[in-house]
Structure formats: structure tokens, C-alpha cells
């Protein structure tokens, strides 16, 4: 099947763009001095280069709770 877009959730998408690391990602990390993320975005899935405080905002925040759930993974997964 041809397919003109690749969504998260299609089949091809972890083999195709699943584990690229997402544009500019060097560019956040210089403006940061290194101190950066990658974050999967709720309703997406796409990882995006954040800051370290925006990774943190993420995790606090809410947002990864989000993401966790939407793939589907135990809440207590550190035990």
C-alpha cells in the first residue's frame, strides 16, 4: 500500500520514523549547553528536544502520565 503520510498508530510508523531523533534537536542542545530532553508528547507520540525544565514541567506536569497512558503502561512500572 502507498501511503502519502505516516502517522503515529499506522505500522510503518515505528519502522520509518519511530526512532529518529525529531529536527533540530542539536540546536536545542547547544542552546542549552546539553542540558536537554527528548519528551514524547501526549497525543502524538512525537519526541521533541526540550529544555531540562521543560522535561521537568513535563514529567510533574502531567504530561508524561498522559503519554503513559496512552501507551498503555502501568503506573508503577519503578517497582
Do not use: C, K
Not at 521543560?54 to 506536569?61: K, L
Amino acid at each position: 500500500m502507498d501511503r502519502l503520510l505516516i502517522l503515529p498508530g499506522d505500522p510503518e510508523w515505528t519502522l520509518t520514523l519511530g526512532g529518529s531523533l525529531p529536527p533540530g534537536w542539536q540546536d536545542t542542545a547547544a542552546n542549552t549547553g546539553g542540558d536537554f530532553a527528548f519528551v514524547a508528547r501526549s497525543g502524538s507520540g512525537l519526541l521533541e528536544a526540550v529544555p531540562w525544565h521543560e522535561a521537568v514541567e513535563y514529567m510533574e506536569g502531567g504530561e508524561w502520565d498522559e503519554r503513559m497512558e496512552e501507551i498503555g503502561e502501568d503506573e508503577n512500572w519503578e517497582e
